[in-house]
């Protein structure tokens, strides 16, 4: 496609011009290390009071992930707007006017939001990592021990990857308070509650942020539903299910 | 060349457009004219590939618009005001726009010049006002340098100063070789702009004809007379043929209206039998009366009832923003 670059030139014009792509992001760093040192910090001064079962499974990597918990929301804003805001302020026509074909609109919108949200997401995940491992002392690991690196790069995989499930949902709902209304309730609400229900269990396994949190464990718990590069083909089906299903109601839909 | 065949979108029960056929021709300003609800605004949606027709297609030099590598260079659009990001600079909304279409960024400068917003381009759109926001959307039309515009209902909510703005841009757009495309619910609107009229009504083709045509056709002729003898100038208008029915204004009360009539022959008529006229006026209908006069037909033709809808015809000049309402509401999505 010859003008796939003159599209994606002008998709990260869009992303780079408007402020809420510095704030989002800069919360979602801010917000995710911050709350992971906090966890951290915690679970340092609490260690004298964990059984020895705690301490065995103890995972001192995904606990300095910890704050994505929260950090994920504003993540989950920032590729929201890229798509919903262009709905919101009727822009989408314009931009349709001068990008008829959805396919190269949605891969262009997509491939910057990787592009802009894996760096951003590799900042934070190893600043995470370092910062837990500080204030964890001597129960923290280091990113030389087996498997640490593939974690906090699983970390900044799985950052990227909830972007783009959030850009594929804003595609589908177009408005952002639908869009919000569905992911923020669903990431920070529902999923961690069904995760705890006996039998719902096991489909919530297979939700993005709980495959999610399998991608980023070094340390197994007693019988994990599936591992880390499991973890991420679930993260990976959701994210391309969500593009898929916005690219086909794009092309079919009045805009 | 823009040609429309056969142009049908049902939205469930209601067809908005019925299978319009239509082409606009280049170089002169082409008025699309019908009431709110006509279908016009998803006529151009259409047009641009926005929405999806349910049968028929629309091409532009010979393509269909997603045929088109770079549309922004063929066709330039203003839909709707200000639909653009409150908080992204007019300058870098048409950077965008430009990128997408490998316009020279040069261009951005140039347009943003010739709709007067140079000294504004760097600061947040969502301070412009209706104005600001309709010549930004008339630069980012511009950007590519397209031989095709189009206006839907571009003076809609304007000052009197914006609508004059606009006329004389699309005028000389138009004396630039350009075809230009508008639409609007104002008969009064497209007399002073267009030089051809497509004229629709419950989503159907009424009339396709040049603006010329369109006044011959529509706006007929005829003498208002005043006389303190009614009875023997009615008379005398009866034997030479002619029928006077009363004047219908308040304003013309006691008057008749001649139709068709030439002033010379009722003057005439009148000295030959002694008969003193106090008023002999040729007189024509306005536009917007025939406007409303052909689109009520299509209205009665639709429901297939014998009433005559009479609209109070809208004062000409400057526009209140309509209410949008009805049917024609449905498919103009809240935003």
């Known amino acids: 496609m010859a003008n796939t670059g003159a599209v994606l030139l002008s998709e990260w014009t869009k992303v780079r011009t408007v402020r809420s792509t510095v704030i989002t992001l800069l919360i979602t760093f801010v917000v995710t290390v911050g709350l992971g040192a906090g966890i951290c910090a915690i679970q340092s001064a609490q260690w004298h009071t964990f059984s020895a079962s705690t301490r065995a499974t103890f995972d001192p990597t995904s606990t300095s992930f910890s704050g994505i918990s929260l950090g994920q929301l504003s993540l989950i804003v920032f590729a929201v707007l890229v798509v919903g805001n262009e709905y919101s302020t009727g822009m989408i026509r314009a931009t349709l006017a001068a990008v008829p074909r959805r396919r190269t609109l949605l891969l262009s919108k997509a491939a910057v939001v990787l592009g802009l949200v894996l760096p951003v997401a590799l900042v934070t995940s190893f600043t995470s990592f370092f910062l837990g491992q500080a204030l964890l002392g001597d129960h923290g690991t280091s990113i030389g021990a087996p498997h640490v690196l593939r974690a906090v790069l699983a970390m900044a995989v799985y950052m990227t990857l909830l972007a783009l499930i959030s850009l594929g949902v804003s595609f589908m709902l177009r408005k952002p308070v639908a869009s919000l209304g569905l992911l923020m309730p669903f990431f920070f609400l529902i999923s961690p509650i069904l995760g705890a229900v006996p039998k719902v269990k096991t489909v919530a396994h297979y939700f993005p942020d709980n495959a999610g949190q399998e991608m980023v464990r070094v340390i197994a718990e007693k019988n994990p539903p599936f591992g880390p590069l499991e973890g991420f083909f679930v993260c990976l089906a959701w994210a391309a299910a969500c593009l898929l299903g916005g690219y086909l109601l794009l092309r079919q839909r009045d805009a | ?335």
Do not use: C
């Open chain 2, 1 to 335: 060349m823009i040609e429309v065949h056969e142009l049908t979108k049902r939205y469930g029960d209601t067809l908005a457009v019925d299978r319009l056929s239509f082409q606009v021709p280049q170089g002169v300003v082409t008025g699309f004219l019908g009431p709110n609800g006509a279908g016009k605004s998803t006529t151009m949606r259409m047009m641009l590939d926005l929405d999806r027709p349910t049968a028929g297609s629309v091409t532009i030099d010979g393509k269909h618009y997603n045929e088109l590598r770079e549309p922004l260079k063929h066709i330039g659009a203003l839909l709707e005001a200000k639909a653009v990001h409150p908080g992204r600079s007019a300058y870098n909304h048409l950077l965008w726009l430009a990128q997408s279409n490998r316009i020279p960024t040069g261009r951005v400068d140039e347009v943003l010049g010739a709709v007067g917003l140079r000294e504004v381009a760097k600061r947040r759109s969502g301070g412009f006002s209706l104005g600001m926001g309709q010549r930004l959307g008339i630069a980012a039309a511009l950007l590519g340098d397209p031989s095709v515009l189009l206006f839907d209902e571009p003076v809609n909510g304007l000052d009197p100063e914006g609508i004059l703005w606009i006329r004389n841009m699309m005028k000389s757009l138009a004396d630039q070789g350009r075809t230009v495309f508008v639409s609007s619910h104002l008969m009064s609107e497209m007399a002073v702009t267009a030089d051809h009229l497509v004229v629709i009504g419950q989503g159907r083709l009424l009339a396709n004809l040049s603006m010329n045509d369109f006044i011959d056709q529509n706006s007929h002729s005829f003498v208002r007379v005043r006389s303190p003898e009614p009875e023997a100038l009615l008379d005398a208008l009866a034997t030479a043929g002619l029928t006077a029915r009363p004047a219908t204004e308040a304003a013309h009360a006691g008057a008749y209206e001649v139709r068709d009539a030439d002033p010379a022959v009722i003057g005439d008529l009148a000295q030959a039998r002694g008969i003193a006229l106090h008023e002999l006026s040729p007189q024509r209908a306005s536009l917007e009366e025939a406007f409303m006069r052909m689109t009520a037909d299509s209205v009665t033709y639709r429901t297939g009832g014998d009433q005559a809808p009479v609209a109070a015809p809208e004062a000409p000049g400057p526009a209140p923003a309509p209410a949008r309402s009805g049917w024609g509401a449905d498919w103009k999505k809240e935003s």
